[in-house]
Structure formats: C-alpha cells, structure tokens
C-alpha cells in the first residue's frame, strides 16, 4: 500500500505530465514548510515560505470583501506565471507555467488534482 507521501507525489507526476506548460509543482503546508516539491531548482523552501503567506492573505481577503471561501490565485509575470489552489485550508498547491502557457488546460488539470490531493492530504 501507497504511503501518503508516495500518493502526493503520483499525483504531482501525473499533473506534471498532463502539460507542457507545467514548469514546476509543489504542496505547501500553511505554515510555509514543503511538503512535496517538485519546482525543480532550488526554489523549494522560499517557494513554500512565499506561496503560504500569499494563501494567508488571500485567505484574509476573501474572508474581508465577504466573497467566499479562498480557492485559488493567479499571477502573471513577464517570464512566466505562478498559481496557487487551496487544498481544504490543509495546504496548497503552487505551481509554476510558462509564458504564454494554456491557462485553461492547466486550471482544469490542476482543480482536479486539487481535488485528489483534497482526498489524500
């Protein structure tokens, strides 16, 4: 039987597979700590430090313009983009793309495994 480790990671790889445009992937804790990464590099802990203070704040927004619970954010940079999913205010999904990536294909795969790191996580 798959440990919970091992089940996060299939997961991971097979979002990873699923685009191109995918760069980079990871599970962060809330707390900041990685608790799966596959960004590549060594981006890892300033990756999970980052994208849980961005999911805080995305938590306190949401929360402050009362327009629901907090699911996901999207940032575009010049080079490339960075999304972040909430996974049942447990942890989140960070995942980098590339410029000009196909956002509606990587938003449909990513929900999905969202929803299965939901089950797991």
Sequence with gaps: MATKQEKIDAVLNELKMATSDIKGLGVISPDGMMIADHLGGDQGDAAAAMGAAL???AKRVTTTLKV??????NIRGTNAGILLFDIESRAALIITVSK????????????QAQ????QII
Excluded: C, D, Y
């Excluded at 929803?115 to 939901?118: A, H, R, Y």
């Design 55 to 57: 999911g805080s704040l």
């Design 68 to 73: 629901g619970e907090f699911q996901e954010v």
């Design 100 to 111: 000009g990536a196909n956002l509606g294909l990587v938003l449909l795969e990513a929900r």
């Design 115 to 118: 929803s299965q790191l939901g």
